[in-house]
């Protein structure tokens, strides 16, 4: 199955931010969201990815006044996208070797969507509950 199969299930809709935004206000809609990650975008480009770590990280190193700071200040700026007909195998393999959990979705410089790594575990957890059915249906007719 190819990433574009998990984009057609979920959506194509991503939360982003300014890279001007206080990371405050990026923190906020972490939270009201709840979600991991937002991608930060100047326009149509993806300058960059905040996530729950990054968050985590700045503040244990420099304290909470970081909050008054922009996104760009702590965002992760080497950002590493898939394309919508990469394979569930291969982004499974990129997000584990990388040790991240969102991976922007680039098609012709534009941005497709965000996926996360739970919703790769959601889509394999299904794809061998469909498996298992279709062994479970062949060996009924047998």
């Not at 190819?2 to 057609?8: C, F, G, N």
């Not at 923190?27 to 990054?54: C, F, H, T």
């Not at 700026?77 to 982004?91: N, P």
Request: aromatic fraction near 2%; proline fraction near 2%.
């Amino acid at each position: 199955m190819t990433v574009r199969a998990i984009l057609d299930g979920k959506g194509h809709q991503v939360i982003t931010v300014s890279p001007d935004s206080k990371l405050s206000a990026a923190v906020k809609i972490l939270s009201e969201r709840r979600i991991g990650a937002v991608l930060v975008m100047s326009g149509q480009r993806v300058e960059g990815i905040l996530s729950e770590r990054d968050v985590v990280r700045v503040l244990g190193e420099r304290g909470a006044g970081v909050l008054d700071e922009p996104v760009r200040a702590v965002m992760t700026a080497k950002v590493i996208t898939c394309r919508q007909t990469d394979t569930v195998g291969a982004i499974m393999e990129v997000m584990t070797t990388g040790k991240f959990r969102h991976l922007p979705v680039v098609e012709n410089d534009r941005l497709a969507g965000l996926i996360s790594i739970g919703d790769v575990v959601k889509w394999r957890v299904a794809e061998y509950e469909r498996e298992q059915e279709a062994l479970h249906d062949y060996i009924k007719t047998a």
